[in-house]
């Protein structure tokens, strides 16, 4: 089937709802370069990247 036009859904294609936004954007991590100095940064980080990588 050949179309002469794209179907009207992609001539005027709607925003994202606010629900769907999180799939469009990649979470960030700042490692600062010493997070692993000690106990409390490890975790922070270990907990940063867990959050992140469920979303």
């Given at each position: 089937m050949h179309l002469s036009r794209p179907?009207?859904?992609l001539e005027n294609p709607k925003?994202?709802?606010s629900d769907l936004l999180h799939l469009t954007t990649i979470p960030t991590i700042d490692?600062?370069?010493r997070v692993f100095e000690d106990?409390?940064?490890r975790k922070n980080t270990v907990d940063e990247v867990?959050?992140?990588a469920e979303k």
């Open positions: 179907p009207s859904n925003p994202l709802s490692l600062e370069g106990e409390t940064k867990k959050d992140a």
